[in-house]
């Protein structure tokens, strides 16, 4: 599959979290109210040809949960302008184990560094805590379970200024 990694609207995200993260919900509980504020990105893989989008991911600026130089931040990193959240992250169900996930997650880490942003955080399923991890991400305190979502822990990645 050809694909390219691209700034989607929020919207085009929708379908793909639907189904793969919230398929017992309404398409109205899909949205994250952080979706249209200015600052906001999301990324979708799109297939070439069909124009499909096949995974995404969004990201924006929101305080980490944990203490930064507590949890392991290097000092001087973890500010509230250079922390930034992800979330939404999800390939289409048929197209996981492909790689299409770890280019789109690349794609919104170049875009945070671009940023400035120096601390990306999200509150991960634990099953896809080793995808996580394989991208630098490390865990932070311990797991809890979202009724419906199952169990989560919070992991978190420092990125280098300058490096991806
Ligand atoms: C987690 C998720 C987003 C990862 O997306 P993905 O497209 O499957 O990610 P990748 O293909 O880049 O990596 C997934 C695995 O496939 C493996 N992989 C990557 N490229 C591969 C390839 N060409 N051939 C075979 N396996 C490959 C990776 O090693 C990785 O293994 P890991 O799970 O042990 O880390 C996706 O599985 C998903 O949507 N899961 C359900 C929703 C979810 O849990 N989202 C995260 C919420 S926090």
């Known amino acids: 599959m050809e694909l390219d990694v691209e700034l989607i609207p929020a919207a085009a995200s929708y379908p793909i979290r639907h189904a793969v993260l919230r398929p017992h919900q309404s398409i109205e509980?899909?949205?994250?109210?952080?979706?249209?504020?200015?600052?906001?990105?999301?990324?979708?893989?799109?297939?070439?040809?069909?124009?499909?989008?096949?995974?995404?991911?969004?990201?924006?600026?929101?305080?980490?949960?944990?203490?930064?130089?507590?949890?392991?931040v290097p000092a001087g990193g973890g500010s509230e302008a250079s922390t930034w959240r992800l979330r939404g992250m999800a390939t289409r169900a048929a197209a996981q184990g492909q790689g299409i996930g770890s280019m789109v997650l690349n794609a919104a880490l170049d875009h945070v560094a671009a940023e400035g942003g120096d601390l990306i955080w999200c509150n991960a399923r634990v099953s896809a805590r080793t995808f996580y991890e394989r991208a630098g991400f490390r865990t932070w305190g311990e797991e809890w379970v979202i009724p419906a979502h199952g169990p989560h822990v919070v992991m978190w990645r420092w990125i280098e200024p300058g490096k991806v």
Request: charged share 25%.
């Open 29 to 72: 509980d899909v949205p994250f109210k952080e979706d249209d504020e200015a600052g906001t990105a999301t990324f979708g893989a799109i297939e070439r040809g069909s124009g499909a989008v096949v995974g995404v991911a969004t990201v924006f600026r929101d305080p980490a949960p944990f203490d930064a130089p507590q949890a392991g």
